[in-house]
Protein backbone atom coordinates (compact mmCIF):
# COMPACT_ATOMS: atom_id res chain seq x y z
CA UNK A 1 0.00 0.00 0.00
CA UNK A 2 1.43 3.60 -0.93
CA UNK A 3 1.43 5.78 1.39
CA UNK A 4 -1.37 8.07 -0.17
CA UNK A 5 -3.79 5.43 -0.94
CA UNK A 6 -6.51 5.21 1.74
CA UNK A 7 -6.85 1.43 1.78
CA UNK A 8 -10.04 -0.35 1.17
CA UNK A 9 -13.12 1.47 1.03
CA UNK A 10 -14.23 0.34 4.73
CA UNK A 11 -17.64 1.36 4.19
CA UNK A 12 -18.13 -0.97 1.29
CA UNK A 13 -16.43 -3.70 3.13
CA UNK A 14 -19.40 -2.64 6.17
CA UNK A 15 -21.88 -2.49 3.72
CA UNK A 16 -21.31 -5.60 2.13
CA UNK A 17 -20.87 -7.90 5.27
CA UNK A 18 -24.02 -6.47 6.76
CA UNK A 19 -25.57 -7.38 3.57
CA UNK A 20 -24.47 -10.84 3.55
CA UNK A 21 -25.22 -11.45 7.29
CA UNK A 22 -29.09 -10.63 6.94
CA UNK A 23 -29.60 -12.22 3.53
CA UNK A 24 -28.54 -15.28 4.80
CA UNK A 25 -30.49 -14.43 8.01
CA UNK A 26 -33.40 -14.03 5.62
CA UNK A 27 -32.57 -17.22 3.95
CA UNK A 28 -32.44 -19.39 6.61
CA UNK A 29 -35.80 -18.13 8.19
CA UNK A 30 -37.30 -18.76 4.78
CA UNK A 31 -35.92 -22.18 3.99
CA UNK A 32 -37.19 -23.56 7.94
CA UNK A 33 -40.84 -22.72 5.97
CA UNK A 34 -41.12 -26.24 4.14
CA UNK A 35 -43.89 -29.09 3.57
CA UNK A 36 -41.62 -31.61 5.12
CA UNK A 37 -39.57 -31.03 7.62
CA UNK A 38 -37.14 -33.54 7.11
CA UNK A 39 -36.24 -33.26 3.83
CA UNK A 40 -33.00 -31.33 3.74
CA UNK A 41 -32.40 -28.21 1.48
CA UNK A 42 -30.33 -30.34 -1.27
CA UNK A 43 -33.43 -32.32 -1.75
CA UNK A 44 -35.45 -29.14 -1.57
CA UNK A 45 -33.31 -27.63 -4.50
CA UNK A 46 -33.58 -31.16 -6.55
CA UNK A 47 -37.85 -30.78 -6.82
CA UNK A 48 -37.57 -27.28 -7.16
CA UNK A 49 -35.09 -27.26 -10.24
CA UNK A 50 -37.17 -30.23 -11.81
CA UNK A 51 -40.41 -28.21 -11.16
CA UNK A 52 -38.70 -24.98 -12.61
CA UNK A 53 -36.81 -26.28 -15.84
CA UNK A 54 -38.67 -29.99 -16.25
CA UNK A 55 -37.22 -33.45 -16.30
CA UNK A 56 -33.17 -33.60 -15.96
CA UNK A 57 -30.73 -36.66 -16.59
CA UNK A 58 -28.90 -37.45 -13.31
CA UNK A 59 -25.93 -35.14 -14.81
CA UNK A 60 -27.38 -32.25 -15.58
CA UNK A 61 -28.89 -31.89 -12.22
CA UNK A 62 -25.46 -32.72 -10.43
CA UNK A 63 -24.21 -29.83 -12.77
CA UNK A 64 -27.13 -27.40 -12.07
CA UNK A 65 -26.75 -28.13 -8.16
CA UNK A 66 -22.61 -27.75 -8.54
CA UNK A 67 -22.73 -31.42 -6.51
CA UNK A 68 -21.25 -34.95 -7.52
CA UNK A 69 -23.18 -37.17 -9.62
CA UNK A 70 -22.79 -39.73 -6.61
CA UNK A 71 -23.86 -36.90 -4.50
CA UNK A 72 -26.73 -36.05 -6.90
CA UNK A 73 -27.12 -39.99 -6.99
CA UNK A 74 -27.68 -40.12 -3.25
CA UNK A 75 -30.15 -37.61 -3.27
CA UNK A 76 -32.13 -38.53 -5.74
CA UNK A 77 -32.33 -42.23 -4.64
CA UNK A 78 -33.73 -40.45 -1.74
CA UNK A 79 -36.31 -38.47 -3.21
CA UNK A 80 -37.60 -41.86 -5.25
CA UNK A 81 -37.34 -43.67 -2.35
CA UNK A 82 -39.98 -40.64 -0.55
CA UNK A 83 -42.61 -40.80 -4.08
CA UNK A 84 -41.19 -37.66 -4.77
CA UNK A 85 -38.97 -38.32 -8.05
CA UNK A 86 -38.91 -41.50 -10.72
CA UNK A 87 -36.36 -42.42 -12.84
CA UNK A 88 -36.92 -43.19 -16.09
CA UNK A 89 -34.52 -44.99 -19.22
CA UNK A 90 -33.61 -41.77 -21.27
CA UNK A 91 -34.84 -42.15 -24.70
CA UNK A 92 -31.94 -41.55 -26.51
CA UNK A 93 -29.02 -43.18 -24.41
CA UNK A 94 -29.91 -46.52 -22.18
CA UNK A 95 -27.03 -45.61 -20.22
CA UNK A 96 -28.88 -42.55 -18.71
CA UNK A 97 -32.13 -42.34 -16.97
CA UNK A 98 -33.82 -39.25 -16.83
CA UNK A 99 -35.66 -37.63 -13.69
CA UNK A 100 -38.83 -36.50 -13.16
CA UNK A 101 -41.00 -34.58 -10.71
CA UNK A 102 -44.03 -37.10 -9.16
CA UNK A 103 -47.56 -35.55 -7.98
CA UNK A 104 -46.24 -35.67 -4.43
CA UNK A 105 -43.10 -34.17 -5.40
CA UNK A 106 -45.03 -31.10 -7.07
CA UNK A 107 -47.41 -31.21 -3.63
CA UNK A 108 -43.78 -30.94 -1.23
CA UNK A 109 -42.57 -27.70 -3.93
CA UNK A 110 -46.11 -26.22 -4.03
CA UNK A 111 -46.91 -26.44 -0.54
CA UNK A 112 -42.74 -24.92 0.76
CA UNK A 113 -43.49 -22.00 -1.82
CA UNK A 114 -47.41 -21.53 -0.39
CA UNK A 115 -45.73 -21.47 3.32
CA UNK A 116 -42.36 -19.49 2.46
CA UNK A 117 -44.42 -17.05 0.84
CA UNK A 118 -47.28 -16.67 4.19
CA UNK A 119 -43.98 -16.10 6.43
CA UNK A 120 -42.66 -13.46 4.22
CA UNK A 121 -45.77 -11.49 4.07
CA UNK A 122 -46.87 -11.90 7.64
CA UNK A 123 -42.93 -10.53 8.38
CA UNK A 124 -44.02 -7.48 5.67
CA UNK A 125 -47.10 -6.99 7.01
CA UNK A 126 -45.23 -5.67 10.16
CA UNK A 127 -43.03 -3.06 8.39
CA UNK A 128 -44.49 0.34 7.38
CA UNK A 129 -45.09 1.37 3.82
CA UNK A 130 -42.04 3.02 3.33
CA UNK A 131 -40.19 0.09 4.86
CA UNK A 132 -42.17 -2.60 2.75
CA UNK A 133 -41.26 0.09 -0.28
CA UNK A 134 -37.33 -0.10 0.06
CA UNK A 135 -37.47 -3.66 0.17
CA UNK A 136 -39.07 -3.60 -2.86
CA UNK A 137 -36.31 -1.27 -4.32
CA UNK A 138 -33.87 -3.27 -2.86
CA UNK A 139 -35.33 -6.60 -4.59
CA UNK A 140 -35.09 -5.17 -7.61
CA UNK A 141 -30.97 -4.02 -6.85
CA UNK A 142 -30.45 -7.52 -5.41
CA UNK A 143 -31.78 -9.27 -8.36
CA UNK A 144 -29.04 -7.42 -10.78
CA UNK A 145 -26.32 -8.30 -8.60
CA UNK A 146 -27.07 -12.09 -8.48
CA UNK A 147 -27.28 -11.55 -11.68
CA UNK A 148 -23.16 -10.68 -12.70
Do not use: C
Request: hydrophobic fraction near 40%; proline fraction near 3%.
Amino acid sequence: MRANDPGPDTTLTSAASELRMATFRLARRLRAQRAVDSMSDGQFAVLAALTIHGEHTLGQLAERERVTAPSMNRTVSLLEDAGYVTRTPHEDDRRKVTIALTDAGRTVVDETVRRRDAWLEEALDGLTPAERQTLAAAAEIMRKVAER
